[in-house]
C-alpha cells in the first residue's frame, strides 16, 4: 500500500471518525435534555413517596445516565462490544467498501488529498487550461 493511499485512507477515516462524532454528540444532547425532566421527576417522586429512601428513583435515574453514557462512548474510551461503536461497524464497512470501488470518489478523494497536502504557502501548480497574462509596457 503506498504512502498516499494511507494518506487518503487517513483523512477518509477523520471524516468518518468525526461525523460519527457529531452523531454522538447529538444523541448525548437528546439524552440530556430527556434525562432533565426525568431526574426532577425522580426527585419529586422520591420526596414525596419515597419513605426512608427518598433518593432511590434519583439513584435509578443516574445508574440509567451512566449506563448510556458507557453505551455512547463518546470519546471512545471504551473498547467493548455493546457500545455505540458496534453499531456504526457495518455502516463504517459498507462506507469503506464503497469508497475502495468507486473510481469518482477515488479521484474526488485523491484531488483532495493534492490540495491539502500542499504546503498552505506554494503556489497551486498551473492549470493546462490558465495562459500566461499579458504584460502591458505602459506606465
Avoid at 10 to 31: C, E, P, T
Avoid at 124 to 130: L, Y
Wanted: charged share 25%; glycine share 4%.
Amino acid at each position: 500500500m503506498s504512502s498516499e493511499h494511507d494518506t487518503d485512507t487517513s483523512r477518509v477515516k477523520l471524516i468518518w471518525n468525526m461525523l460519527v462524532f457529531q452523531a454522538k454528540l447529538s444523541i448525548d444532547g437528546v439524552r440530556d435534555l430527556l434525562l432533565m425532566p426525568v431526574a426532577l421527576a425522580a426527585t419529586l417522586l422520591g420526596l414525596i413517596f419515597g419513605g426512608s429512601e427518598p433518593d432511590r428513583y434519583f439513584r435509578q435515574v443516574l445508574e440509567w445516565g451512566r449506563r448510556t453514557e458507557d453505551w455512547l462512548n463518546l470519546f471512545g474510551h471504551r473498547n467493548a462490544d455493546d457500545t455505540a461503536d458496534s453499531l456504526m461497524e457495518p455502516f463504517q464497512q459498507r462506507v469503506f467498501e464503497e469508497f475502495e470501488r468507486n473510481p469518482s470518489l477515488r479521484r474526488a478523494n485523491a484531488s483532495m488529498n493534492r490540495a491539502f497536502s500542499r504546503p498552505a504557502d506554494a503556489p497551486a501548480p498551473p492549470s493546462s487550461k490558465e495562459t500566461t497574462p499579458q504584460v502591458s509596457s505602459e506606465d
